[in-house]
């Protein structure tokens, strides 16, 4: 079984920073991608970043220049540095990665449960 497990979400004034963790537990053999993604109620969840095995990274427009994705490989755990956060931020952020349990299973994917992420103006 493998698991997800977010923390780092919380309420913060427009401008401010928070730190969002993901650890990824359990049976995996290689984790290739871990990211962020984002949802608010009625929409669906889109990309936030993004960041490969071998430390490539991709952002959202939105979030360029504002937040910065970063992994530990060791223990399998990946980062979400948000700063100058705005209301628009205002979601709740998934964890995902796409990660292999043994040598000879296919890629999947797995989400973590979320965590909310509230910025007042």
């Known amino acids: 079984q493998v698991q997800l497990v977010e923390s780092g979400g919380g309420l913060v004034q427009a401008g401010g920073s928070l730190r969002l963790s993901c650890a990824a537990s359990g049976s995996i053999f290689r984790i290739h991608v871990m990211g962020w993604y984002r949802q608010v109620p009625g929409k669906q969840r889109d990309l936030v970043a993004v960041t490969t095995s071998g430390g490539s990274t991709a952002y959202a427009d939105s979030v360029k220049g504002r937040f910065t994705i970063s992994r530990d490989n060791a223990e399998n755990t990946v980062y979400l540095q948000m700063n100058s956060l705005k209301p628009e931020d205002t979601a709740v952020y998934y964890c995902?990665?796409?990660?292999?349990?043994?040598?000879?299973?296919?890629?999947?994917?797995?989400w973590g449960q979320g965590t909310q992420v509230t910025v007042s103006s």
């Open positions: 995902n990665a796409e990660l292999q349990r043994t040598y000879w299973d296919p890629r999947r994917e797995y």
